[in-house]
Nanobody, 121 residues
Framework: QGQLVESGGGSVQAGGSLRLSCTGS????????MGWFRQAPGKEREGVAV???????RYIDSVKGRFTISKDNVKKILYLQMNSLKSEDTAMYYC???????????????WGQGTQVTVSS
């Protein structure tokens, strides 16, 4: 089981879009729920979006209607499409994998190193 690796972060203006990607082992993608978390300086880490093995999703209220989490089950890639970005979305974004009933709380089995998202006004 390889380490999760995020990519796709960067700097964008408010209202813009980014798509984050997370890659790992095929076993990991087929076995665990996966999600995206973020942490801004001075703030606690928070769950952004989670997708379960049955394709059900969960989002934090502040991103509903703007972010979409999805999985490519052939290429084994997790995505987070982020639209209508706001300055408050600025944070380090982490990919994680874990048990369905524990992941949202941040109790993950595997974590990526993070990718920075910066949204300017």
């Amino acid at each position: 089981q390889g380490q999760l690796v995020e990519s796709g972060g960067g700097s964008v203006q408010a209202g813009g879009s980014l798509r984050l990607s997370c890659t790992g082992s095929a076993y990991l993608y087929s076995t665990y729920s996966m999600g995206w978390f973020r942490q801004a300086p001075g703030k606690e880490r928070e769950g952004v979006a989670v997708i379960d093995t049955d394709q059900r999703t969960r989002y934090i209220d502040s991103v509903k209607g703007r972010f979409t989490i999805s999985k490519d089950n052939v290429k084994k890639i997790l995505y987070l499409q982020m639209n209508s970005l706001k300055s408050e979305d600025t944070a380090m974004y982490y990919c994680a994998a874990g048990d369905r009933f524990r992941l949202w709380s941040g109790d993950a089995r595997y974590w990526g190193q993070g990718t920075q998202v910066t949204v300017s006004s």
